[in-house]
């Protein structure tokens, strides 16, 4: 890392120099890009221990991880998060270099301005102010993965096992991911729905349109089944989560002639589920309507997240109190959204998520205004003055 590279402590105070830098590194999963360098030497500089964890599973790319810490007693309040973003897609269709990090109208451009190297930028902003005294005996740690956005089987996961194996532990965690729809300040999440995605296969015999009973046909059976998944309901909701919803993906029958009957069929559906149902109980609701209709069928599901909630209480009511202080707001609490390593943090701690504005995220033109970013790191602040000085 060059001279030029480094921040200075006065800048890190505010985050918009760090969140460019961070931008600047193109760390689309799997690569790291020398993100976790320019977070590594800032969290130095304000007296973080910090950590390079590099994890690959046999089979899967290996990936960079970050965990940094200030303090050695309890308790330990952790801000987490992640510096890989997803592809830009279409350079043509992005007006500003995603990589260039241009601050224009007081709008910083790039991709993971909102998702997430702004909010990391924040982290770090709030605790440039906060001081290195002011855990008094607890402390401060970042879990920063580069496997958020990929696979998600050698970041946060594979940390928190590394944490365990050391003895370390979490009393809460802050997952800085962009929470609110419009304005900083609309939303804390508290929990997150389950995913499980699930495709469907139905077998035949091929032939000609002209001669079907030669023929097995699949596809009338594969829609029966598709009918009887689409009028399932699977609840009605729960206090607080909205109903479980599936919703298909893709019908795929690969059949490029017109006179020909194919000999298979598959659909794909996703299931994003609440806290009525586990991964397995819903594949065995899912299994039991198919197999009412009679017809034979395959079904394969992965479940890459369950449903949890962390239940109002002490953490989402600091980080309320915060936002009511710097924005006059009071922050619903909620549990929608897709997945994020939340999943992962809350067999270990209680954990909340909030951050930035979410509607340019994984969009062409990804973007935040530079006074979202200073409010953010306001709230991030008044978190860690009101977290210790109850502890």
């Known amino acids: 890392m060059s001279n030029e590279d480094l921040i200075s402590a006065d800048a890190l105070a505010h985050p918009l120099a760090l969140a460019r830098a961070l931008i600047r590194c193109p760390s689309v999963t799997p690569e790291d890009a020398g993100a976790l360098d320019v977070l590594e030497a800032a969290l130095s500089g304000l007296g973080f221990t910090c950590h390079r964890l590099p994890f690959g599973e046999p089979g899967t790319a290996r990936v960079d991880n970050l965990y940094a810490r200030r303090g050695e007693g309890a308790p330990n309040f952790c801000f987490a998060g992640h510096t890989d973003v997803v592809p830009t897609g279409e350079r043509a269709a992005w007006t500003r270099d995603p990589f260039a990090a241009q601050v224009e109208d007081g709008v910083l451009y790039g991709r993971g301005a909102s998702d997430m190297k702004g909010a990391i930028a924040a982290f770090v902003a709030a605790l440039a102010r906060f001081g290195e005294d002011g855990a008094g005996g607890g402390s401060i740690s970042l879990l920063i993965t580069g496997d958020e956005e990929g696979p998600a089987v050698n970041g946060t996961r594979k940390v928190l096992g590394w944490l365990a194996t050391r003895g370390e532990t979490l009393d809460v965690c802050l997952v800085g991911e962009p929470t609110n729809p419009d304005e900083v300040g609309e939303m ?64 795929d029958v690969g059949n490029e002639a017109t006179n020909v009957i194919p000999g298979a069929a598959a659909a794909r559906f996703n299931v994003r589920f609440n806290d009525r149902h586990s991964g397995a109980s819903l594949e065995h609701a899912l299994r039991a309507c198919l197999d009412a209709v009679g017809a034979p069928y395959e079904l394969a599901t992965e479940v890459s997240g369950e449903a949890f909630v ?66 953010l790191a306001d709230i991030y602040l008044g978190v860690l003055e009101r977290y210790f000085a109850a502890a």
């Open 310 to 375: 962390t239940p109002p209480g002490r953490l989402s009511a600091i980080v309320a109190e915060s936002v009511a202080a710097v924005t006059g707001m009071t922050p619903a609490l909620s549990t929608t959204g897709g997945t994020s390593d939340a999943r992962f943090i809350k067999d270990h701690c209680p954990v909340a998520e909030f951050g930035l504005i979410g509607r340019t995220m994984h969009r062409t033109d990804e973007c935040v205004p530079v006074a979202s970013l200073e409010r």
């Open 188 to 251: 804390v999440k508290i929990g997150r729905r389950g995913s499980l995605n699930g495709t469907l296969r139905v077998s035949g015999r091929q032939g000609h349109v002209a001669y079907p009973a030669l023929a097995d046909n699949p596809l009338p059976r594969l829609v029966a089944l598709l009918d009887a998944l689409i009028a399932l309901e699977l609840d009605e909701g729960t206090d607080h989560f909205q109903p479980s919803r599936l919703e298909l993906t893709s019908v």
